[in-house]
């Protein structure tokens, strides 16, 4: 019987993990097969079943693993002794980058995040709106502290949220600028119209 192979130092179960990104990420998690995921990783369906107990368990890790690493980043910035705007910049730098070097991980947290039972699917949902309530409290602060343009702080956050989630049309587009530029032009247009 064949043994799941390890790379760059990864678990079997962080291998599963990973090969169960780009599962989902291809066809969905609804439509893929634990047989599917056997195939991908090189083993029998019924070895998968010595490291992970189910499909959804793959998709917990994934969802809250991803959580922790964006829980992680705003941590960081929120310690930060630096302009709020600054702040504001750092945290679109680093969504930008998910969107571009961890896309297929970030489609399927936000595409299927919903398949999650419960209570993991309420625990995912609140902080999903934690998160987001975290970056508007910074937007508020610079807002109070004259950096950022009197607005209205929830809708700046589902603005630039939902124009990086907008990368998902450059990962298709056949003519597209490179990644840097991407990153450059997307900060110049959200970031200028915060900035007083």
């Known amino acids: ?19 169960a990104s780009k599962l989902f990420f291809e066809k969905g998690f609804s439509a893929s097969s634990m047989r599917d995921l056997a195939e991908r990783v090189g083993v029998e369906a019924a070895s998968l079943y010595n490291h992970i107990r189910s499909k959804e368990e793959l998709l917990q890790e994934i969802c809250f693993k991803a959580a922790q690493h964006y829980t992680e980043n705003i941590d960081a910035i929120e310690r ?9 910049e750092k945290i679109l730098r680093f969504h930008i980058d998910q969107m571009i070097n961890n896309y297929e991980v970030v489609q399927v947290v936000d595409r299927d995040w919903k398949h999650l039972s419960e209570p993991h699917l309420t625990n995912y949902h609140n902080e999903r709106r934690a998160y987001r309530k975290r970056i508007t409290a910074i937007v508020e602060e610079g807002i109070r502290r004259g ?35 991407l990153e450059e032009n997307i900060l110049l247009i959200l970031l200028k119209g915060l900035g007083k």
Do not use: Y
């Not at 002794?81 to 702040?87: A, E, R, V, Y």
């Not at 589902?158 to 600028?177: C, D, F, N, P, T």
């Open 1 to 19: 019987m064949a043994k799941i192979k390890s790379s760059k130092n990864a678990t079997k179960k962080e291998t599963i993990v990973e090969k």
């Open 80 to 88: 930060e002794d630096s302009p709020f705007i600054q702040k504001i």
């Open 147 to 181: 950096e950022v343009k009197d607005i209205d702080a929830p809708t700046a956050v589902l603005i630039m949220l939902h124009a990086v989630s907008g990368i998902e049309s450059w990962h298709r587009s056949v003519q597209k600028i490179s990644a840097k530029d």
